[in-house]
């Protein structure tokens, strides 16, 4: 199983895009904050389902492209194109294994499909990471 609990930089401390600081030290200097855990994890899980391809410039292949979903009916085609999408974007560099990972496609309403990706990252509780495509 791959090491999903590696450091990285804390991208955000919200989704309003916001760099998320640690703390200040005796000088008063702050850095960006680390993240802990399987927070890396959650975090690059996110990034890719809520982007589209082309977004990452270096990684053309990087982006769920759920915005490809808008205007389409809400069904379980839709759904299940969703989540390959969510797949395809998880594993084709090899950062998440197809066998640690599973996406369940929930319809919320007759215009949102809440895709909730869960990560098997070796620990007692899988790491769920939610994301909505409004259709």
């Known amino acids: 199983m791959p090491k999903y609990d590696e450091k990285d930089i804390a991208f955000y ?12 030290d005796a000088v ?48 379980r085609e839709t759904a299940n194109r969703g989540v390959n999408q969510i797949m395809s974007t998880l594993t084709y560099d090899g950062r998440f294994r197809a066998a640690d990972l599973q ?17 098997n990252a070796g620990e007692d509780e899988p790491i769920v990471v939610t994301n909505g495509s409004n259709l």
Do not use: C, M
């Open 103 to 119: 996406v369940r496609a929930v319809p919320v309403s007759i215009y949102q499909i809440d895709y909730y990706t869960f990560l």
């Open 13 to 24: 401390g919200a989704h309003d895009g916001d760099f998320d600081l640690g703390p200040s």
């Open 28 to 75: 008063g200097t702050t850095d960006f904050r680390l993240t802990d855990n399987y927070e890396s994890a959650k975090q690059d899980i996110a990034n890719r389902i809520r982007t589209q391809t082309k977004d990452w410039r270096s990684h053309p292949n990087i982006g769920g492209d759920l915005e490809l979903l808008e205007g389409e009916p809400n069904t």
